[in-house]
C-alpha cells in the first residue's frame, strides 16, 4: 500500500510510521555517538549503554529487576525480535504449536511457521476485541510452545486487561509454554487506560519474553532497534539466533535510543497527549467520510467497517481508495489467517500530523459524493 500510495500521490494512512520529527535530543545523541567514531560493530546482543537502559527501563515502568548482561538482547527492531524469539523457542519436528490471536501484525503467523511451529489462531472479535475463554483454552494443548500476545494491539487497538492476561498467564503456566510479548506501542494509551506487562503477573517472569524497540514511541522507526528481554535460558538462545540472523543493531543509533529510554515521565505524558489529539482527529475524519469505526484503547491504528459506504471487498476498497481518493489504507483481511474473516474491514493508521490528517478528511469525504461510482464498481 506505500509503494501504490507513492505511485498515486496518495496521503499515507497505510504504513505505520510519523511524518513528524524524532526528538531532537534522541537525534542529537546519535550524531554525537556518529562523531564520536562510535560506527563499528557494537557487542553483538546490545551495546552495555542500551542494555543498562533496557534494565533501567524495565525496573521504572514494570517494577522488574532485569539483569543487563544475562537477560536483554538488542535486535534489528522488534520485528527481529520476534523471529529470533520463535527461532530459538521452537524445535523443527516436533509439532509444536503456536497461539496466534488475530487479527495480528502480519508477522506472527509467518514467524511461527519459518521457525518451524504450527500457528493455531483464536479470534478477538468486534465490537471489543475480546477472546472466548473456552476457544482460547481449547487452543492450549501439551504441543503449545508458546503464545503470542500484542498489546495495546495492533491492528486493533485493543489494550488487554490484566484478567485477559491472567487468564493466558495461567494456560501457560498449565501447560509449560512460554508467552512472547510485543509491547511495542506500551506508552501509547488513551483515557487513562493502563498498559501491563504479562512478565510481571505471578508466575510470569521467567516464563516470558517482553519486545519492545524504539520505532514508535520515539517517532524513529528506520533506526530498527528493538529489543528482548527474558530469562537467562531463553536470553542465551535468541543471543544465537541473533547473531546469525544480524549480527547486531547499528552502533551510533542504539547510542540514541539509550538516551530515548531514560527520558523523563514528562516526555510520555505529552505524547500520550499528542496521540490522543490525533486519534481525536481521526475519528472525526472517519465520522465525516461515512466509516463506521471501533474506538482504539492504545496504539495508533483505528479498525473501521465500510459497508456503510456501499462496498463489499476490502482488498477492492482500499485499491479504489488509494487510486480514486487519494487515501492509502491497509485491507482488513491481511490481518487474518483466512482472508474471508477480514473482508469487512479498513485499518488506518494516524501517527501523522494533524495537517496531513485534515487533508486526508479532505480527500475522504469525497466518497461520500462517488457512492454511486464505489457500488458500481464493487
Known amino acids: 500500500m506505500t509503494r501504490l500510495a507513492q505511485r498515486y500521490g496518495a496521503i499515507n494512512l497505510a504504513q505505520g510510521f510519523p511524518d513528524f520529527p524524532a526528538p531532537s535530543q534522541v537525534k542529537e545523541a546519535a550524531r554525537q555517538a556518529i562523531a564520536a567514531d562510535i560506527n563499528q560493530y557494537a557487542i553483538t546482543w546490545g551495546a552495555k549503554s542500551l542494555r543498562d537502559a533496557i534494565a533501567w527501563k524495565m525496573a521504572h515502568f514494570q517494577g522488574m529487576t532485569v539483569d543487563p548482561e544475562r537477560e536483554v538482547t538488542v535486535t534489528c527492531g522488534a520485528t527481529e525480535a520476534m523471529m529470533a524469539t520463535m527461532l530459538a523457542l521452537v524445535d523443527p519436528g516436533e509439532e509444536e504449536e503456536v497461539v496466534v490471536f488475530e487479527p495480528f501484525y502480519e508477522n506472527y503467523g509467518p514467524d511461527a511457521i519459518v521457525s518451524g511451529a504450527k500457528p493455531h489462531y483464536v479470534q478477538l472479535r468486534p465490537p471489543s476485541w475480546e477472546f472466548d475463554e473456552e476457544e482460547l483454552k481449547a487452543a492450549f494443548s501439551g504441543r503449545t510452545k508458546a503464545a503470542i500476545v500484542n498489546t495495546p494491539h495492533n491492528p486493533t487497538g485493543k489494550v488487554f486487561t490484566r484478567s485477559m492476561l491472567r487468564v493466558i498467564a495461567d494456560l501457560c503456566i498449565d501447560y509449560d509454554a512460554v ?15 493502563e498498559h501491563v ?16 524497540g524504539c ?24 543471543k544465537k539466533v541473533h547473531d546469525f540472523l544480524t549480527v547486531g543493531a547499528p552502533a551510533p543509533l542504539q547510542e540514541g535510543a539509550a538516551l530515548a529510554l531514560r527520558l523523563p515521565d514528562e516526555f510520555y505524558v505529552k505524547l500520550r497527549q499528542q496521540y490522543a489529539d490525533r486519534r481525536q482527529i481521526m ?28 462496498a463489499k471487498d476490502d482488498v477492492e476498497f482500499a485499491n479504489w481508495l488509494v487510486r480514486e481518493i487519494g487515501v492509502a489504507t491497509v485491507p482488513g483481511s491481511g490481518f487474518y489467517h483466512n482472508p474471508d474473516l477480514g473482508r469487512a474491514f479498513i485499518r488506518f493508521a494516524f501517527p501523522k500530523s494533524s495537517s496531513t490528517l485534515r487533508a486526508a478528511g479532505e480527500r475522504l469525504v469525497k466518497i461520500r459524493e462517488r457512492r454511486v461510482e464505489l457500488a458500481h464498481h464493487s
Open 215 to 238: 520505532s514508535k514511541t520515539y517517532s524513529v522507526t528506520g533506526w530498527r532497534v528493538g529489543y528482548a528481554v527474558a530469562a537467562p535460558r531463553w536470553t542465551d538462545a535468541i
Open 283 to 310: 475519528l472525526e475524519v472517519l465520522e465525516q467520510a461515512g466509516f463506521s469505526y471501533y474506538l482504539p484503547e492504545g496504539a495508533y491504528y483505528v479498525m473501521t467497517e465500510f459497508e456503510p459506504l456501499g
Open 179 to 193: 508467552a512472547v510479548t510485543d509491547e511495542i506501542y506500551e506508552h501509547i494509551l488513551y483515557d487513562g487506560r
Open 197 to 212: 506487562s504479562l512478565a510481571t503477573l505471578d508466575g510470569m517472569q521467567d516464563r516470558t519474553v517482553t519486545i519492545s
